[in-house]
Each structure stands twice: as C-alpha cells, then as structure tokens.
Nanobody
Framework: QVQLAESGGGSVQAGGSLKLSCAASYRPNCMAWFRQAPGKAREGVATIDYVGATRYADSMKGRFNISIDSAKNTLHLQMNSLQPEDTAAYFC?????????????????WGQGTQVTVSS
C-alpha cells in the first residue's frame, strides 16, 4: 500500500503563505489534504484525482491550491492568505475510489500529519 510522508508545516503570521508536501510511494487515484484543529472534527481541505481534477472546501477556494508532481509522486498544498483559523494539523491522505470527495472515510491511508500555526 502507498506510504505517505508530509513536510512543510510551520509557523507563519496572518496573511502569510506556506507550502505543504506529501511524498507518496506511488500515486493512487485520489489524494487529498485534510486538517484537524484542536477540539474540532477533521475537515477536508482539497482533493485531486489521477487526471488532475481538483475539489476544494468552500472556505479554501481562492486561497489554497492543491497540485501533484507526477514525476515524483509528490502532492502539494500551497496555502496563501493564511489566517489564525487555519491553524491545525494537516494530513495527506490517499484513496482508491472513483470520485475524490472530501469525506475522510473515503481515504484508508494517511500520513502522520504536519502542524501549521498561524499567529495574528
């Protein structure tokens, strides 16, 4: 099964940017980013399928961009205009379904997560 390893988290001030990466041992049909803030449920951020079609949570549209480097099987999440409410642990996930939705139960494989902290 695919192995996932995130990197790129850190601390940034409000309005700043970060780029997360997730190295995969191979590319499954669906790859996604989720996040979980302390005391909150995990929420979907963005997904990308094998042909590059993307899907975003409404609150991330226009600020976040999901992409994949197919040659390196590396998933990226470019995050711009970050706000304190974006503070969370961000997880890379992989799934094999036909539709890459933002439901965490569609993704059986997960990375260990990387922390993003946005200060005001």
């Amino acid at each position: 099964q695919v192995q996932l390893a995130e990197s790129g988290g850190g601390s940034v001030q409000a309005g700043g940017s970060l780029k997360l990466s997730c190295a995969a041992s191979y590319r499954p049909n669906c790859m996604a980013w989720f996040r979980q803030a302390p005391g909150k449920a995990r929420e979907g951020v963005a997904t990308i399928d094998y042909v590059g079609a993307t899907r975003y949570a409404d609150s991330m549209k226009g600020r976040f961009n999901i992409s994949i480097d197919s040659a390196k099987n590396t998933l990226h999440l470019q995050m711009n205009s970050l706000q304190p409410e974006d503070t969370a642990a961000y997880f890379c996930a992989a799934g094999y379904g036909g539709h890459c939705m933002l439901y965490d139960y569609d993704y059986p494989l997960w990375g260990q997560g990387t922390q993003v902290t946005v200060s005001s």
